[in-house]
């Protein structure tokens, strides 16, 4: 086959067919599969839904998730609420963004807070997130946890998360303008760290610095959209978009370990660039995978899976398994593919995987039934 007579963009969509999601770890080289180590079945549990972006489990085994709209929606019991239980009144669904990612109070028996970030529009695209109370009425008693962090259509972030010390973390989008991401006065690229009432932690990194907002935990960030942190060290993991063309060269997307205070280096390096006094990745995808989500396993319903971090690919329309050892990556494989492009992948009660397909998002294609949530259980 001449090379020469085909268009550099079916090159580069024949490479993205051939490696799907495969990621070289910096420093080390890992070894990739086509194929799971374990057998399992994938069964579809809802469809019709219009891009839903997080997926959570309340203790009483219903599962809420957020449709990018502006819905929140609620399975129990097997089937589907037919209403919303809540609809975001201000979201500004246009662009990446949207209604995006909620989270559970670790007390949420006894409190039942909910906590939703979204963007919105005021004199440009902004996020906030916001808090509520689940009750009879729905979700009441609004507070805002943070708002006026900047946004853009593109790179919004924003995943939030409660961590192993019952902080509440925040990823943020740099919205398209790069420098924001090494500014400390701004809010744009950063995890953030927050208590469960939007006060700020004493012992975050950057409080009682005059130039720096005392909300950060970590900066240097382009667009992470995956956090969780891994059993036993609590290290918290992020997967992270790398640049598009506009801002650098495509690829270089990342999984990182995230840690207090430290610089991830955008935009002053990307892919596996390094320099001092800034972090490197510890996995780096070229040709973009688009990561958008992140979780450890930890049931036992599939033990070769016990500890692996697991991301779905926008673009690389794949489910990637990494098997770690501490810090260093033993294994990763793309164990789920041919359902388009894969957003949210969440540990259900039952301890099966479900995931989400995000079709419907403007730059997928659809099926009849998309979008879908779908789950991975033992092989019969």
């Known amino acids: 086959m001449n090379m020469k007579h085909i268009p550099a963009f079916l090159i580069t ?3 993205i067919i051939m490696l799907g999601c495969n990621g070289t770890p910096s420093g080390q080289t890992a070894n990739d599969s086509a194929s799971s180590s374990a057998t399992f079945n994938i069964e579809t549990v809802m469809t019709g839904l219009e891009v839903p972006w997080s997926i959570v489990w309340a203790p009483d085994g219903r599962m809420f ?6 819905r929140v929606r609620v399975f129990e019991n097997g089937k589907l609420r037919p209403q919303a239980v809540f609809t975001v009144p201000d979201v500004d669904p246009t662009g990446e963004s ?7 109070h670790p007390q949420f028996n006894a409190n039942h807070y909910v906590y939703l970030s979204y963007a919105y529009s005021q004199t440009g695209v902004l996020v906030r997130v916001v ?34 010390d019952g902080k509440l973390y925040i990823t943020t989008g740099d919205a398209t303008k790069r420098e924001l991401a090494q500014q400390l006065n701004s809010l744009a690229g950063k995890t953030l760290r927050l208590n469960d009432d939007g006060t700020v932690p004493e012992d975050n990194p950057f409080v009682g610095r005059e130039d720096a907002r005392p909300e950060i935990w970590s900066y240097g960030h382009r667009n992470s959209q995956g956090m969780d942190w891994q059993p036993d060290s609590n290290l918290m993991f992020q997967t992270e978009h790398g640049p598009s063309g506009f801002d650098g060269p495509g690829g270089g997307d990342e999984v990182n ?20 006094g800034l972090e490197s990745p510890l996995l780096e995808y070229t040709p973009a995978c688009a ?7 930890r049931g036992s319903v599939f033990p070769q899976f016990k500890g692996n971090f697991f991301f779905g690919c926008l673009n690389g329309a794949v489910l990637m398994r990494i098997e770690l050892n501490g810090r260093a990556v033993v294994k990763q494989e793309s164990i789920v593919r ?36 779908l789950r991975i259980v033992p092989a019969k």
């Open 13 to 15: 969509l024949l490479i």
């Open 65 to 70: 998730f957020t449709e990018r709209v502006g």
């Open 338 to 373: 041919n359902y388009g492009r894969i957003r949210d992948v969440a540990e259900g009660p039952d301890g099966f995987l479900y995931f989400s397909t995000s079709n419907r998002d403007g730059r997928g294609k659809p099926s009849s039934d998309d979008d879908r949530i």
């Open 98 to 104: 949207g209604l995006m990612s909620i989270a559970l």
């Open 291 to 297: 990561p958008a989500s992140g979780m450890f396993y």
């Open 131 to 164: 808090r509520y109370k689940e009750s009879a009425a729905g979700f009441t008693e609004p507070k805002v946890i943070i708002e006026n962090i900047p946004a853009a259509q593109f790179h919004a972030g924003c995943r939030i998360r409660f961590g192993p």
């Open 257 to 276: 370990i995230v840690e207090k205070g430290k610089n991830y280096g955008w935009p002053i390096i990307h892919h596996k660039e390094t320099k001092a």
